[in-house]
């Protein structure tokens, strides 16, 4: 039976022809429109070869997608890149889809696929207007619930040409994989049947596409990140020099040269709180805090590193002082300063806080990369300081306290492995900002008591406390907990996961937290998607949201361990000393 040959779009379609395939006449029938000098196969698959249906369909409503809120408030650049990324997705899947149903089913009239891209073009329009602005809408409103300045009006058009440049961009990379899968299948057709010609070929050019982002990005992207880390290891902040004193690692008589701390432990050990300001928060004489480091350079192992630490401990006697605290830091071996100083101002420098570094990597890279790094660092520098500890008499011995936050808080976990072991291992232990792969974490969340919600939840039998917004720690009655875990609730790193991709989380069913927009919903695939995204500008917030803690450490600390005669009022008054 001959097949009808349909003229290509007409009307108020023409101007689109070249990207709404019209149907091809039958095997043999020359085409009535040879008004054009015939295109290569190459040029016409990517210059002329016309857009799925389906796939524009699902590009259309993934790009709409996009623009609903999620933890965070997005720029117009990361919207942008974003909904591009987002509609290229959607493509993907719609063309794939369109594609199964016309081999599996059967092809569509030229007049169905005509109405069809009718509809696309008069509804998409007017879709894609009233999403930018819910978007812009969505995205002012959360700004405003996390304290932020509103976006810029005209943010709106940048956001759509550079998701627009980006969803190009993608779809001329994806179509020139298919044109070398065809090249591949052509060359394999000269000695396989054609079906082992396709397989082969795909197979080919899915490989070379995995090896080329393997070498060309992911290894050229750690590579990049490693060589700029040590350089900036090797450097020293403003306002940085060498302490004078030989209570701090990499001053007089200190084991550890200066040279040997890094960039983030030099800035660890220079930022103590004078004496004098120490002395008019307190309101008595105040001692010199101690503060111990080593960093990558300053010996070989992390066994011997941790060994180290200890041997300075003994040097400047910080097992004499009333609290000893041991801080498991980020991937970089970042510590916020303001853990540390709330420590300090608490008990009047009457502390010694030790470190150590595992890596200069940012934690997101050491994350991905090597995360045994940072169990093996807190591990050894845990282990031997509590060895040290524990061989002191009872009633001799300082109050043990553990730190962490974000990487450093799995690490921490792996150490002491359970729940319970976390409690038992130290007088009080403070984690900020947990990585959703924290196995204690986990196994805390799951076992929490039935209605409480997964963003604050309670562990009844276990001394351990949840809290999304530290201020509620202040309200807490009954027996004092030792572990306390701060978590934002709209910290992406605490909420990532892959499960994500396939089921509604449990922060986002039932009660919410306060700022967590009512707007957000799941989708499958797009949230996660969003979440990932999060995940880059989540320091970029202010304090009490994303993957900022800061001050908040003082409510934890209080609640902890605080130190004789504290009260509420007291957590305040340093709160704003640290904030100010």
Not at 187 to 206: D, E, I, K, Y
Not at 455 to 465: M, N
Not at 484 to 508: G, H, I, R
């Amino acid at each position: 039976m001959r097949r009808q040959v349909v003229a290509p779009p007409t009307g108020w379609l023409a101007p689109f022809r070249g990207w709404i395939p019209a149907p091809q006449p039958s095997p043999g029938q020359p085409s009535p429109h040879t008004t054009e000098p015939p295109l290569t196969p190459a040029r016409r698959r990517i210059v002329r070869s016309g857009l799925s249906l389906t796939g524009a369909a699902f590009a259309a409503v993934f790009y709409c997608l996009s623009f609903t809120p999620s933890l965070l408030p997005r720029d117009w650049s990361l919207q942008g890149v974003v909904a591009g990324i987002t509609a290229a997705m959607g493509y993907a899947l719609g063309a794939t889809l369109g594609a199964l149903f016309r081999r599996g089913w059967r092809q569509p009239t030229a007049r169905t696929v005509r109405i069809a891209w009718s509809v696309l073009f008069a509804v998409v329009p007017l879709l894609v207007v009233v999403f930018l602005w819910l978007g812009t809408r969505w995205q002012r409103d959360l700004r405003i619930r996390l304290g932020m300045p509103p976006a810029e009006e005209h943010d709106v058009a940048r956001t759509v040409g550079v998701s627009l440049l980006t969803f190009g961009l993608l779809l001329l990379i994806a179509r020139l994989l298919r044109l070398s899968t065809h090249g591949c299948a052509w060359l394999f057709r000269q000695f396989v049947p054609p079906p082992a010609a396709w397989c082969a070929g795909s197979v080919v050019v899915a490989l070379l596409a995995y090896g080329a982002v393997d070498s060309l990005l992911i290894t050229q992207m750690f590579s990049i990140a490693d060589r700029s880390a040590a350089v900036v290891n090797s450097g020293t902040g403003d306002g940085v020099r060498v302490p004078e004193s030989p209570l701090r690692s990499g001053g007089p008589r200190s084991l550890v040269s200066w040279d040997s701390l890094g960039r983030q432990g030099r800035a660890f050990v220079a930022g103590v709180p004078t004496g004098e300001q120490l002395t008019a928060f307190a309101g008595r004489p105040a001692l010199e805090p101690i503060r111990l480091y080593a960093g990558l350079s300053s010996a070989y192992t992390v066994e011997e590193r941790a060994a180290l630490v200890v041997r300075e401990m003994e040097r400047t006697g910080a097992f004499d002082r009333a609290v000893v605290a041991i801080i498991t830091p980020t991937g970089t071996g970042w510590v916020d300063s303001k853990v540390p100083r709330s420590l300090e101002y608490m008990y009047a420098g009457d502390t010694a806080l030790v470190s150590m570094q595992y890596s200069y990597l940012p934690s997101f890279f050491a994350f991905l990369g090597d995360r045994s790094e940072v169990v093996d660092a807190a591990d050894a520098l845990i282990g031997a300081v509590r060895e040290r500890w524990a061989a002191m008499p009872v009633g001799e011995r300082p109050r043990l306290l553990l730190f962490g936050e974000s990487l450093g808080t799995y690490g921490m976990e792996k150490t002491f492995g359970t729940p319970q072991g976390l409690v038992d291992g130290a007088d009080g232990a403070l984690l900020l900002g947990p990585t959703f792969a924290n196995p204690a974490h986990r196994a805390l969340t799951e076992g929490r008591a039935e209605g409480s919600p997964v963003w604050d939840p309670d562990y009844p039998g276990l001394a351990v406390e949840f809290a999304d917004d530290a201020a509620e720690l202040r309200t807490l009655t009954g027996a004092r907990p030792k572990v306390v875990y701060l978590q934002n609730a709209t910290d992406p790193v605490v909420w990532w996961s892959w499960d994500l991709l396939w089921k509604q989380p449990e922060w986002l069913s039932g009660r919410r937290a306060p700022d967590v927009t009512p707007d957000m919903h799941w989708y499958p695939g797009i949230t996660f998607w969003q979440i990932t995204c999060d995940l880059v500008f989540s320091n970029k917030v202010p304090t009490g949201h994303g993957h900022v803690y800061k001050s908040e450490t003082v409510d934890g600390w209080a609640t902890i361990a605080p130190p004789p005669g504290w009260t509420t009022a007291d957590s305040l008054r340093l709160r704003a000393l640290l904030d100010g």
